[in-house]
């Protein structure tokens, strides 16, 4: 990926490439994570897919210039806040919020800037929720805070942000009226449809057994306390024998305190 640089600057270039690309693994590895979590605890998938992507060079060089700036790495390092880019698809409104709550409480993100463009929609009708991230990139000298764009919409967002790309570019940002008008209607039936889908989903759950599901959440919660501790816990082979031998004598124990008390009360 080349861009047209007013000197050479080519080294620098790869490492900002190595570092974008670095934290793209980073953001994807930690959203399927919570991705299989929520999954395996919930038995439900939030996250239809995941896609990332660095920006072309085309468009960089655009933006650049649009911003009346030197093309230089430090200008678009500093400046450019979607080189990296990665985009969460989701099933319904409220994962997007649930999604974005977890990943902004994760220790070694920074969330640096929100724009919800889901309670307050572009004129042109475009709906997403955005956040730009900073990451942590460990290197062998030095460790780097590495900008991410992170884009949450549900599945007609995305329909809808698509075709809305292609009619951009398409016309150069100039499209006709009557061809916005109605994508901007469009926009509407999507907010609409992704309200009735939330709320059809919702009505599914309140059939649930709540009582039954609380019950099930609880007891999960409880092992995977005790197995989140046991990872993080070393024991050696000496103490693994003695609590093995400890757990023998007290289970002993219990057998005779039990025969006494049936054959007691005799």
């Not at 439900?44 to 085309?58: A, D, G, M, V, W």
């Not at 292609?166 to 509407?188: D, M, Q, R, V």
């Amino acid at each position: 990926m080349d861009l047209p640089m007013f000197y050479d600057q080519r080294e620098e270039w790869a490492q900002a490439l190595l570092l974008y690309d670095a934290a793209l693994k980073e953001i994807n590895t930690k959203v399927e994570i919570l991705n299989n979590e929520f999954k395996l605890a919930h038995q439900y998938n939030p996250i239809e897919h995941i896609t990332s992507r660095i920006k072309s060079p085309q468009s960089i060089a655009k933006k650049i210039r649009h911003n009346n700036l030197e093309m230089t790495v430090d200008n678009i390092v500093k400046y450019i806040n979607d080189v990296a880019g990665i985009r969460i698809i989701c099933s319904f409104t409220s994962d997007i919020y649930r999604i974005a709550d977890l990943i902004g409480k994760q220790g070694d993100i920074k969330v640096l800037k929100i724009k919800d463009y889901i309670t307050s929609p572009k004129e042109n009708g475009y709906t997403s929720y955005h956040m730009i991230v900073s990451i942590p990139i460990f290197l062998s000298k030095q460790t780097v805070e590495t900008k991410v764009e992170i884009q949450i919409r549900t599945i007609a967002m995305d329909f809808w942000a698509s075709l809305e790309h292609k009619i951009y570019y398409k016309f150069e940002g100039n499209a006709p009226e009557h061809i916005k008008k109605e994508l901007k209607e469009c926009s509407e039936i999507v907010a609409y449809l992704d309200q009735k889908m939330l709320s059809l989903n919702n009505e599914v759950h309140l059939c649930d057994d709540d009582g039954e599901q609380e019950y099930k959440d609880k007891i999960i919660d409880n092992y995977k306390s005790v197995v989140a501790e046991a990872f993080g816990t070393v024991i050696d082979e000496e103490e693994a024998h003695k609590d093995k031998q400890k757990t023998v004598s007290n289970n002993k124990t219990s057998k005779k305190g039990i025969k006494r008390i049936i054959f007691g009360s005799l």
